[in-house]
T-cell receptor
Framework: DGGITQSPKYLFRKEGQNVTLSCEQN?????MYWYRQDPGQGLRLIYY???????QKGDIAEGYSVSREKKESFPLTVTSAQKNPTAFYLC?????????????FGPGTRLTVL | DAKTTQPNSMESNEEEPVHLPCNHS???????IHWYRQLPSQGPEYVIH???SNVNNRMASLAIAEDRKSSTLILHRATLRDAAVYYC???????????????FGTGTRLTIIP
């Protein structure tokens, strides 16, 4: 079945450590996105990518980094510079740069910093 | 981004219709109205979108006011599986680099009473 997978589902990290969250899609979508969700809040955009080898900062990119070496993959690294990384992280993709197209979301990764 | 206003929470009885309102008085002529829903601990799921005319799909109906300053998502016969947070989002129809994000508010938490 086509879709978006994120791994792991739960992730624990010690303060000061970098951690990478995986996002893979087999929908042949050009655009991919990373969002962060805090309890009781909506989603906020971290980074997005419209095409391979290109990506742009979203609203809250500080302390995060991404890469887009393959169309199917858009990993997110949470660095030690991110001051409050504990959150629910969601990856999404859409077919192309037409904004009325729907975005498809993965199941999310819940990151907890100990 | 143009903003939307939704009630924080609503309740409905199972097997009855549900009308979820959304106000968007600053909507522009090219903004599409999107609805997503998010079940607990899952990624958001696309529900429906529209521009001017009312829209129907297998999940729901979208009724758009003639002046487009408000809209209503209609679930025709609510089930327990419809309990979720529902987000009303405006998105520009023409893709501009940096304009592809979904701006989520806090949405409406829908509770279904058995």
């Amino acid at each position: 079945d086509g879709g978006i997978t994120q791994s792991p589902k739960y992730l624990f990290r010690k303060e000061g450590q970098n951690v990478t969250l995986s996002c893979e899609q087999n929908l042949n979508h050009d655009a991919m996105y990373w969002y962060r969700q805090d309890p009781g809040q909506g989603l906020r955009l971290i980074y997005y990518s419209q095409i391979v080898n290109d990506f742009q900062k979203g609203d809250i990119a500080e302390g995060y980094s991404v890469s887009r070496e393959k169309k199917e993959s858009f990993p997110l690294t949470v660095t030690s510079a991110q001051k409050n990384p504990t959150a629910f992280y969601l990856c999404a993709s859409s077919i192309e740069r037409i904004t009325y197209n729907e975005q498809f979301f993965g199941p999310g990764t819940r990151l907890t910093v100990l | 981004d143009a903003k939307t206003t939704q009630p924080n929470s609503m309740e409905s009885n199972e097997e009855e219709p549900v009308h979820l309102p959304c106000n968007h008085s600053t909507i522009s002529g090219t903004d599409y109205i999107h609805w997503y829903r998010q079940l607990p601990s899952q990624g958001p799921e696309y529900v429906i979108h529209g521009l001017t005319s009312n829209v129907n799909n297998r999940m729901a109906s979208l009724a758009i006011a003639e002046d487009r300053k408000s809209s209503t998502l209609i679930l025709h016969r609510a089930t327990l599986r419809d309990a979720a947070v529902y987000y009303c989002i405006l998105r520009g129809g023409i893709s501009n680099f940096g304009n592809e994000k979904l701006t989520f508010g806090t949405g409406t938490r829908l509770t279904i009473i058995p």
